[in-house]
């Protein structure tokens, strides 16, 4: 089926991919074809492959208004000054909130404060959120009631690869 609605998917992308100047350029062409299709595409990225590729990032966000998210805050990789950084920057987008932190939220009031503390700074720093691992309808709920932005995880559906969303006519040829 082709879908015409507005979405948006996220893609990880490999550090070392974006060392490559060929997928790099086919990147931009992915997206710009998304873009007509109306399809927003946002690239998953590394605290630490953010960094290294500052200057990439900074001119596909400024010639081609890519959207960006840094993967697992929370993890134990990410910074909060990075993080602050970059979004004062306007580099980034989006910050994805990491699965450990999510699992289990229902059971757990610290881990539940945690979470609103992250999603407060987010806001502040004008940045959308997203819980990894969102496995149930409670899991969801309680995101949704805390003010995540979005949910991913398998209560919504499987990751699919790039290839599989194009044999499925998310995007039309």
Known sequence: KNIKENITLFVNISPASLSSSDFVKYLISVIEKAKKENINIVVELTEQSLLENYELLEFLKKEYDFSFAIDDFG??????????????????DYLKIDGMLIKDIVLSNERKKLVELIVNFAQFHGLKTI???????ETAEALRD??????????????????????EKVFNK
């Not at 134990?76 to 993080?83: A, D, F, L, R, W």
């Not at 819980?131 to 309808?137: D, P």
């Not at 805390?146 to 044999?167: A, R, S, V």
């Open 131 to 137: 819980g990894e691992f969102v496995e149930n309808k």
């Open 75 to 92: 993890a134990g990789y990410s910074s909060i000054k990075v993080v602050q950084d970059l979004s004062i920057l306007g580099i980034i």
């Open 146 to 167: 805390i003010g995540i932005d979005y949910g991913q995880g398998y209560y919504f559906g499987k990751p699919k690869t790039l290839e599989e969303l194009i044999k």
